[in-house]
């Protein structure tokens, strides 16, 4: 009896998550045909998988570990598509290509861009190239970058840095400003 109530429990959360997944294939598509395979992707339907998983790691990872953020099957694709949408968007704006933001966000977004096409079914291999996070975390990363390049294009800030001039070797003077520092630490010593 026991056997009969879990198996019905499976079968109920099986068809359950096909009406779910019919209905947002249903939502994206045109047409209002669609085929059963369609509706059991991988993605969706792993536990009548015949591929072997392994826990907590790639389709077998159940948790980031990090609160409010869940685990992302699709996240290497996303990886792409949203560092391409900014550099895209960097593309189509007025930023002068010398300015360093820009400079700094293309070098990172082609390299994740180049790491996830390389790497489209390894998650783990993209994790370890980028080094900075977990997968989900990097989509989180790119959500957060578009907001800031937002702002950045919103409130022309490159416009707001001036060049400076740099002395690379300075003379020996001794000169360290309105500051003599040998007095400075007689001082403090004596109060002490």
Same mark, same amino acid.
């Given at each position: 009896?026991?056997?009969?109530?879990?198996?019905?429990?499976?079968?109920?959360?099986?068809?359950? @998550? *096909?009406?779910?997944? /019919?209905?947002?294939?249903?939502?994206?598509?045109?047409?209002?045909? =669609?085929?059963?395979? +369609? #509706?059991?992707?991988?993605?969706?339907?792993?536990?009548?998988?015949?591929?072997?998983?392994?826990?907590?790691?790639?389709?077998?990872?159940?948790?980031?570990?990090?609160?409010?953020?869940?685990?992302?099957?699709?996240?290497?694709?996303?990886?792409?598509?949203?560092?391409?949408? @900014? *550099?895209?968007?960097? /593309?189509?704006?007025?930023?002068?290509?010398?300015?360093?933001?820009? =400079?700094?966000?293309? +070098? #990172?977004?082609?390299?994740?861009?180049?790491?996830?096409?390389?790497?489209?079914?390894?998650?783990?291999?993209?994790?370890?190239?980028?080094?900075?996070?977990?997968?989900?975390?990097?989509?989180?990363?790119?959500?957060?970058?578009?907001?800031?390049?937002?702002?950045?294009?919103?409130?022309?800030?490159?416009?707001?840095?001036?060049?400076?001039?740099?002395?690379?070797?300075?003379?020996?003077?001794?000169?360290?400003?309105?500051?003599?520092?040998?007095?400075?630490?007689?001082?403090?010593?004596?109060?002490?």
């Amino acid at each position: 009896m026991l056997k009969l109530r879990h198996s019905n429990r499976l079968l109920a959360m099986a068809s359950r @998550l *096909l009406v779910v997944r /019919a209905s947002r294939i249903l939502t994206q598509t045109s047409t209002q045909s =669609i085929t059963f395979r +369609q #509706i059991l992707t991988p993605t969706t339907f792993r536990s009548f998988s015949d591929q072997n998983l392994i826990p907590g790691v790639g389709k077998g990872k159940t948790s980031t570990g990090l609160v409010g953020l869940a685990v992302d099957y699709d996240a290497v694709p996303k990886i792409i598509s949203k560092y391409q949408a @900014l *550099l895209d968007r960097i /593309a189509e704006s007025d930023m002068p290509k010398d300015a360093q933001y820009r =400079i700094n966000v293309e +070098q #990172i977004c082609n390299y994740r861009i180049r790491a996830a096409t390389e790497n489209p079914n390894d998650p783990e291999k993209v994790e370890e190239l980028c080094n900075c996070g977990q997968v989900e975390e990097l989509v989180e990363q790119a959500d957060d970058e578009m907001i800031v390049l937002k702002m950045m294009l919103k409130n022309r800030w490159w416009e707001l840095v001036k060049p400076v001039e740099v002395e690379e070797n300075p003379p020996e003077d001794g000169d360290h400003g309105d500051i003599e520092w040998d007095d400075e630490l007689e001082k403090n010593t004596k109060e002490s």
